[in-house]
């Protein structure tokens, strides 16, 4: 007698697709998922367990009124739900192509006895559950923590609309993270059935990139965004955000639960604080129901685009009928270009293309880069809201940093992506081919980031630049930046030992720790340089400032030149097993 | 003329033995070949005259030396055709090539040349600018070849290289064998297919559970073992099953009623 098979094929398939979700191939083909699993949920809940502390402090033993805690909770609210719905909507564009069936699957699956039809709704429930999951990570102690808090200042509060608090903010944060995980799901979809497949197989890189990048930069500017929300009305641009229009379902739903607790004894001053916070909060409760049924609809649209959408992409009766890859043009004034003035040399020559082609079309690296030009875009953001941008405004600090924030960020992530291999399984030719000249390999690597990711961003900002400081400013200004980026990619390159982009990967713990003093000197290097080119427009006289630059530069490479180094590069530093269990170090 | 020598070459993975005490030399112009069943020993042993696997005891020398004392330069006349080449699939055919030339710093104008007539000749001229991922296992595969004798190398390590390769391409690949040792290059080739190895290898070597078990010329081994062809001697040495009884097992498997 045989025994039953327990799993039916799309339970199993629903638990494949889930654990595809966690694959990685960087330290070795053989890394632990479990590992990773563990280390992205041990983020995701500190991260959130020390924003909730953070956020809630305020409420502890602060003697708010209940009109004072209404108007503040607007903040905190719409700071949660933007939290839910970008960090979601980051997750669904990190994960943009393994939201479908990818041709590796099809593969592998098409011949089985298991029709399309299930391996699709495996699919769709592995991206479910995955949404979930990332929702429930961010908003679990969010839901608990902000309500407890609250309690501890409102013994007037029972446990009743306690607990209603709770349900409300754990369903209205999970449902922004879902309608932010949704819209990216419609937004592939849909392009998917508008474009076509060669269409969108050609866009598609260029669409995951600009949304990571639009909202790694919401991620990143919205402390700045979540304050004053009551006192600044619905007026702003933040009224006609998705956020906003969940704020409004949550003060539908749950906002009298503090707003109208009994006021219990104040002091003439609390009371006249909670008189004034309370007209104020009234006189915005009208909004909310308008903006929650902006909520409804909105939601209702991405949920029914992505559902449509995804059923028309899935009716093609092949999954592997995905069009053949086009040929690349090859651009040969470009590669004559390069060839003559930038890397002469086959070494460099090597580096620098192979660093061209790994950073834009290797995922894992096209991704981690895109997350460095939302960095830069964030700080940008905020320079730009505090300088003056009219028309021949006088070059000042908090405008010219700008441009070093942006190329720094993009550097920064160079730096990180060239320790990612491209394809660990394919490093065995460039170790047959290897002959030692890792400098002039390197070489070509660094002019590769300075072509492929600093002109661009000098280029980019010089017409803006232009019709505020004046060609000639915005042209010092790009001269200039180009000599500090030099210098920059120097100093990060400095004690670069391995072979970009072909080396295992092995994750600088110390780094880690060090992140925040990088981070400040970062910015206040930038800040430095910025006030530097202040004078140096200002004076006409660029010449001191390059001259100043080289002295760091040649420093560096000197110090580059004469340190000791490996003596050969050790492509595959050590083996699986031993990097599983962090015995690496 | 230099020598590639393989000297009582072990290899052990979590202590359990891959290759036990290998011992072999290939002379310039020599075409060696290697068989054994799966899981003798043969990848693990080329790897390691690849220079890419240290052994666990003994060593391989070029020309006299430790290849591992200059791993550069015995590199430099290496070309290696592994059993599962994996590339970079973001890379096209021709950018695979014009990477692995400039590594090898090879002329410009010579690795243009060279990558333009391989790929003409191997029929990949019009992917020759598509992305790697879209290719062909047997496409890879002419990659593979064509980045391995790229340099000219004098010593050329085939493991298993007709992998995908269609039939005219195999017989390409047979001729071609021969040619370059016919211009003294010497040649390891690890094959599973006995009958291209009776055709073009000067000399065998079998191996079986790690271990040498033959290694003379076909004609000596036929003569010794009083057998007609090399599958033959072959399945004396290292086939310890009956296959047909085996195919007869593993049919009934099948077979083997759900109900």
Redo the contacts between chains.
Sequence with gaps: MTRPTFRTPYAQLTRQFLRQFLENDLISPDSDSSQLLAVVGALAVSVTLFISMFMSAKFIGALLTPGQAAVLLLDDKFFYLSLSMIAAALMAAAQWDALTIDPRDAAILEPLPVSAAVIRRAKLTAVAVLGAAVAVAINLFPSLILPWLLATNFPQMSIGPLLGLMTAHAVLTCGAAAFGYLTVIAIRETLAVVLGRRGFAFVSPWVQGALIVAMGSALLLLPPSATRIAQRGFDDWRASSPPMWFLGVYETIAGEVIADLPRLEMNPRQAATDIDMSALYRQRRSNFPRLAGQATAAFGAALVMAVLAYLWNARRPALTALPQASARRRWRAGHWIANTLIVREGTARAGFYFALAAMWRSKPHRVTLACAVAAGVAMAVLALSRADVGRGAPPSTRLLIIQPLVYGALLVGFRQIIRLPAELRANWGFKLAWRERDRAFLGGVRRAALVALVLPVLAVLVPPFAFVIGIRGALVHAALGLAGATVLLEALLVSYDKVPFTCTYLPNENTKALLPIYALAFVVGAGVFARLQVGAIASGNAIGILVALAVPFGLLRFWSLRRVRLRLVDFDETPSSVQQLGLHR | MAELCAHHLSKYYAGVSVVKDVEFRIRPGEVVGYLGPNGSGKTTTTRML?G?LEPSSGSVSYDGRNIHDD??RY??S?G?I?EEP???????GR??L???????????TL?DTKIDAFLGLFGLR??????I??YSKGMRQKIVIS?ALLHDPAVVLFDEPETGLDVTTTLVLRHMVQLLAQRGKAILYSSHILEVVERVCHRVIVLHKGNVVADDSIERLRALMSHTTLEGVFAELVMREDPEQMARDLVNVSALS??
């Design positions: 690849a890419l791993l550069m590199r430099a290496l290696y592994p994996s590339l970079y699939p973001f890379l096209s950018e695979h014009q990477l692995i030339g400039r590594l090898r710093q090879m002329p410009e690795l019009l992917a020759a600018d598509q992305p991922a879209s980045a759900t109900q």
